[in-house]
């Protein structure tokens, strides 16, 4: 059931970390078709520029461009600080920033594996520590949403760091959602399995790959950004008001196999 409403986060301010391509993109088109005001994040402005002509306008003035590197705590206060300004305020945080690398764990880089730390799980607990200040300074309620993986659940071999980040991001929203729940403050996550996106063009244009990939998935497809940017609208929303310190897996199925790993491998 669709219960999207034109009007459903009308008057509500929404930063997006992440939000050039993929999942991000798609999520900030969400929530601006709904009415909220979207401030966008990413390292590369111009990427954000190409977003905001995609993303509908609404009374309240232009969705606000906020390029800046997450893992960085100087860019995420200036992020955070002229969101705030732009904006008016804040209601909902989705930090969405997210890069895996692909290595055989013997041959493990430390500086590629800090990095992949960095931006999955430091730009995290920095965004949210920002957020947070914000509403119990001003002793207003918030939602916190994390995009992580499927991989927090299961591993995936040669993704070392990208398994372990996704591990620590399910931990985070966890101990948020309990700090916090007593002030109003909701913290959630979405874990999505094999979504067509920018990050995995190097199976989504192999035909072979994509037969491989939709094959063990049980819904027989892959996902759409979309299909992950309707339960980040969901558990923003009212509808979700009583729901905080959950992980909603988003995967076709995935999941569900006990030989997930055989499965994903061959």
Request: charged fraction near 20%; charge should be negative.
């Amino acid at each position: 059931m669709n219960t999207s409403s034109p009007h459903r986060f009308m008057g509500k301010s929404v930063l997006i970390t992440g939000a050039s391509q993929g999942i991000g993109a798609a999520t900030a088109q969400a929530f601006a078709a709904e009415g909220a005001r979207v401030a966008i994040n990413a390292r590369r402005e111009d990427s954000l520029h190409d977003l905001r002509k995609t993303m509908k306008r609404v009374d309240a003035g232009e969705h606000v461009i906020a390029p800046g590197d997450m893992a960085l705590a100087a860019d995420v206060d200036r992020v955070m600080h002229d969101s705030l300004a732009a904006l008016g305020g804040l209601d909902v945080l989705i930090c969405n920033a997210g890069i895996q690398k692909e290595v055989p764990s013997e041959d493990v880089v430390l500086e590629d594996f800090n990095h992949v730390m960095a931006v999955n799980v430091t730009s995290v607990v920095l965004c949210a520590r920002a957020a947070l200040k914000y509403w119990r300074q001003h002793d207003l309620r918030g939602t916190i949403l994390v995009t992580s993986s499927v991989h927090q659940k299961i591993p995936k071999p040669q993704y070392l760091a990208y398994s372990a980040s996704k591990g620590a991001v399910g931990n985070i929203v966890q101990t948020l959602a309990l700090e916090y729940a007593r002030h109003g403050i909701r913290v959630n996550g979405v874990a999505p399995g094999a979504i067509v996106t920018p990050m995995n063009d190097a199976w989504i244009h192999d035909p072979k790959a994509y037969k491989a990939v939709s094959d063990h998935i049980p819904m027989g497809r892959p996902g759409e950004a979309r299909e992950i940017a309707e339960p980040l609208l969901f558990l923003a929303s009212e509808s979700a008001s009583y729901i905080t310190g959950q992980m909603l897996y988003v995967d076709g199925g995935l999941t569900l196999y006990a030989d997930f790993e055989k499965n994903w491998s061959s």
